[in-house]
């Protein structure tokens, strides 16, 4: 367990000095209600996104466990991205030694390697290095210990089942996922020790009732379909014909980890060779791969299958979850491969367990080809952990390989922009409404590079393509900045922010925009208020000059 401990810090010690990246800033540095423990509550009664001031947190999932770890990491480190990275290593370290402890149970001698792998296979960069993803690592964390629980310890004992039902409800708020140990506690019971079935049945049921009871009747989070990314458009029998590649593409990228691109949108339209049928053979190859060596070693060697069926069942169920049966909010992601390269570790190390073999000159060879390929992913990872640095070389680098991608070309866009190359920006948010033209957030970036052209009439137009399409925040402070500073309006200004403080009260930079209107209307005390409001929610330096003055009944300076 030290050799996975040292050889985790040495593979991902170059991605804690990497910075927030992706939805990272929407999550983490926007989303203020993370930035203080205080609002515990909050986080079980909504999802993980900032936003911009209706005074929840929105998203179609329920994980509350990971905005719950961001706050106390918020709350004593602050906005510092080393001590989120550190964490989220600690973990992927963490659940790399549980997986060690689970194999050694089925095969003792090969257990260190496939758990090694684990650690430190490239496709597994995005769940440890994206601090957005922090609920991969969560919720392996808590099913790996639930798992470990049911095969050590006597699940008929009431205070035993009652610590199993509460991991499990820890990895189901980690993330839906979950579910998965769910299946796999039932079934290493069923198969392993039937006697304890009922108890796990009993806690399953425990963890499923608290579970509904603070998604559906708490947070009141229902099942909705993302509705933006292309395959989430498509009938099922459209998704089926993307089924094949999408489950070819993990398998590949487990024992090809090279082209590592994020947040990939493709979809198969039509049953080309390329990208149905021969997705389809390949996969078809492998299943018939996996009878073979199943009845093979039963033939052969009179092997106890059941190990090898369980983790079958393991891969299975991971990668069935993701192969769009259920429609996600991407085509495929390389951290969701997180729980499923478990399970085909585990058939791969109970397969080799069988057929070692003695000799010492095919050992040697072994042990060379071993250090070869843990070389390789080493290094491949490490190279990959670079890639995370920052968004500008995150998606500068990704978007070479996964092209025609509405939010990656958007945030790309975001970047380019940050960077001062405006006309490259330009062409990426034009790209991405193109490719997108239902989204929200696109046309807002399009709507500032217009409006820093000087085209307000233009720039109003795209803001409000982006109020209408999702009531973006951003979009409503954009607007209500061109009436009151582009358009010298004070009176559409105060008209339109009333409007979106209806929606969004907990705005302040709406407040803050109330109150410089009021005040340019002659209406001092609604000034006073409006600017009092927006220091209660941000006290930056902004609303402070604001609020004292008013408070002090001193002239203000409006640039």
Known sequence: MLFLIIIGVVVYFNSLFNGFVWDDEEQVLNNVLVHSITNLPAFFSGSTFNTGGSGGMGGLYYKPLMPVSFSLLYSIFGPNPFFFHLFQVSLHIANAILVFLLFRHFFKGLAFF?????????????????SAALQDTLFLLFGMLALLFTVNQNLGNLKNACILAFLLTLSLLSKETGVVFIILTILYAAIFKKREVIASVIAVLTTASIYSLLRFGL????????????ITILSFPERLQSIPKVIYFYLKTTVFPYDLAISQ??????TTFNDFYLPLILITLVGLIFLFVFFFLRHKHSWNSAPYLFFLAWFILGIGIHAQIVPLDMTVADRWFYAPIVGLLGMAGIVLNELRVKSAEFRIVGLILITLLITGLSAR??????????????YGHDIQITRD???????????????GRFDEAEAHFQKSTVLAPQWWTNWNNLGAIVERKGDYQKAKGYYQKAVDNGSYYLAYENLANIHLFRDNNPQKAKEFTEDSL????????????????EYQLGNTQKALEASRQAYSLSQTEQTFYV????SQDLPLEIK
Not at 114 to 130: D, G, K, Q, S, T
Not at 265 to 270: I, N, Q
Not at 502 to 517: E, F, G, H, Y
């Open 265 to 270: 949108h493709w979809v198969v339209k039509t």
């Open 381 to 394: 990872t490490m190279v990959r952990n670079t890639n995370w640095k920052d968004g500008l070389t995150l």
């Open 502 to 517: 209806q929606k969004l009260p907990l705005n302040p930079k709406l407040w803050l925009i109330l109150a410089l209107s």
């Open 405 to 419: 991608n509405f939010d990656l070309e958007n945030n790309f866009g975001v970047e380019l922009y940050r960077a």
């Open 219 to 230: 947070a009141g989070i229902f099942f909705n379909k993302h509705g933006l990314s292309p």
């Open 547 to 550: 609020y004292s003055h008013l």
């Open 114 to 130: 496939p758990a090694l792998i684990f650690l430190i296979h490239p496709i597994n960069v995005e769940a440890v290095v994206y």
